[in-house]
Each structure stands twice: as C-alpha cells, then as structure tokens.
C-alpha cells in the first residue's frame, strides 16, 4: 500500500503545524493514531481535520464554508438590511446602526445538516452580533404574522416543472421562533469581522439549528401571512422518514430545522507512557448533554469523560477515555451520546435512520477504524 506512507507524512506534518498554532493543552509528545480513512486537509475547501482537532474553538482555517450560489462580495458601506413585509414600521438599517445596537456573544456548534456521520461540515466557533427579537418587536409584528423570511444577497436560478425562474438564497422562522431570544444578527466570528466565505457583513446565526438556517449576506427580513416554501425550505434541504405503524409505514417530509443529537470520535493518540486516549465531541440542538460512551470492537459501552463545554448549551462537548493495553491490530471504535431526556444517539441500524430515506440530517452513531 504505497499511498499509506504518505498519508502518514502528511499528517505528521500538519500535527506539528497545529501544534505550533493552536495546542497549549496538548501532552508533549503525544502521536495521533490515524484513522484508516483519514484523508488529507485542503485549505481552500476546509472541512474540520477531527484528526487535528485539540482546541475546542474551531480556528477559522479549519471552519468549512458552504455556499449554494457562490460567495458575493458585498460592500458594507453600501449594504443595508431592510426589514418588512407586513412589519408595521418598515425600516432599512446601515451596518453602523446595528452595530450600535447591544452586542452579545455566544459561542455555538455549526453544522450542515448535509455533514456525513464523522464529517468536516461542523465547526464550534464564537458569533457575535445583536438580538433579532427587539428589532421586531420595534418593526411592530403584525397577528396575522406567521413567519419571517431572512433573504441572502446571493441569487441563482431554480428550474420548476420545465420552467425556470430567479431565486434569492432564503430561508424562514416561524414567528414564535424568530422571537427567541438568542438568534443574532452577527458580523463576528471568532472576535475578527466575518470572513466574505461566511457571511460578511453580516448573518443569521440560529442556536441549535443546522447551518442551512443561518442565513449569510443576510440583507432583507420580512413578515408574511403565509409559509414561505423557497427551494431550501421545501424542496431542498428536506428529510423523508419514515415510522413503522402497525403493519404499513407513515412518511414525512420535513425541512431541516433543529440539530439531532449525534457525537464522533474524532482523534486518537498514544502519550509516551503507551496509553490511548479515545477523543471525541458531542452536540445537540441545545438538549443538554447526559453522557457519551464508546465501544471498542464488540466491547461494552464506556462511559466517556466529559470535559470541556458543559456550561454553553449550543457548544459542542468534548470527552474523552482512556484504554489501557490495546492489542496491536485493527480496532472499530464507535461513540454514542444521550441527552439529559434520556434520547440515545441512533446506530446505524436504528428505523430512526434506516428509514430515512434522504442523506440530510445523518446523525447516526459512526465506527471509526484504526490500527494499534
Ligand atoms: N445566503 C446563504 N446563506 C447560507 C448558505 C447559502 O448558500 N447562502 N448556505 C447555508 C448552509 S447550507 C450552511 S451549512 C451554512 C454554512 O455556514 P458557513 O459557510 O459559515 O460555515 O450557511 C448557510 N447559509
Ligand atoms: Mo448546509
């Protein structure tokens, strides 16, 4: 296996890169165990290098970016951000009024809700911006309001039944969800102003929802009477599952909106005593976290330790165990989460995923293969 040498090289390669970066808390010395499909990072297509992971903030080079008609440049003196629809006060606001608005910071778990089971489409990062609610409160929402349509500056074009038609990059809350209080309208990501790739000026971040929610070049809110069905509302970004009921199968299709609860192992290493540490991180749509448990081959489940970012909801968690005297050879290591309610992380062969018939949302529990 000549490609094997190489990968290995890489990795060493980019650890000591990482290393020099971003590991205060790293031990000395310790050496990544690679996975047996670890594939190699490509900074200008990032998607998080888990093998690469020791800092539970996700540094921008690492963050993935994700854009369905490209990455406009939009020119933040020119840009506004207008607010209507059936809103009582209509208004339009400059980047410097809402960035006089209070300012809040939370620190959140991103993920695409088209990230594969132990995929790079996730990063943990901190957004800062200002409150949605009171600014639609101030606009004055109107009863007949059910939801608010956040629209993008990028466009493209939808075919629809033979014909095809102009679209603007949107997406929808239900009122009673837009009014939460902890959705922002950010210009900050990691404390430096949003990146063109993210958003710039300025974006829709949404605790505990998948990525497709948080809308980027946010420039238009409006309040409708009606639901808005746009193609990443209702055609894209759908999940169809199905549940067994008696002897047929009930199917729903449902547009992605809140995270499901899922973990990965993400990095394992050998300190120079000789013992491996299994690694991983877990999240949820903000349900707390109960625990993570690991099983190596067809062992029983372990409970994890659980470490860093127990006091942020939307964060992900990071955990850990320790396994003494591996046998040398290839092992299957597989993580499973549980919330606070008790709800386990499906396997693989759960109805809850094997009857989900469209890859969004794929939060089973995924077996990560490496050699001791
Ligand atoms: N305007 C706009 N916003 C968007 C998208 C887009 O294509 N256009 N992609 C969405 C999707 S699918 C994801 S997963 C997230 C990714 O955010 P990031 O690129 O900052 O990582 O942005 C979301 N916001
Ligand atoms: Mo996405």
Known sequence: MPALPARRDFLHRSLALAAAALLPAAEPDEQVIPFLDSRPFDPTNPRLPWEQTTSWLTPLEHFFWVGHYGYPEVDPAAWRLHIGGLVRNPRVLTLEQLQSRPKTELTLTLECSGNPPAGGLVGNGRFAGTPLAPILEECGLPPEGIEVVFFGADRGSEKIRGGEYPQQFARSLAVSDARRPDILLAW??????????HGA???LVVPGWYGVAWVKW???IEVQDRRFMGRFMGRDYVTIRGEQQGPGAVWRETSVGRMNLKSVVARVT???GGV?????AAWSDGASIGGVEVRIDDGPWTPAQLSEGRDQPHAWKFWSLDWRNPAPGEHTLISRATDASGKVQPAPEDPFITLKKTYWEANQQAPRKIKV
């Open 188 to 197: 900050e990501m990691n404390r430096q102003p949003l990146t063109k790739e």
């Open 201 to 203: 000026p300025v974006r």
């Open 218 to 220: 946010l420039e238009r």
């Open 270 to 272: 050998r300190s120079p």
């Open 276 to 280: 491996v540490r299994i690694a991983g």
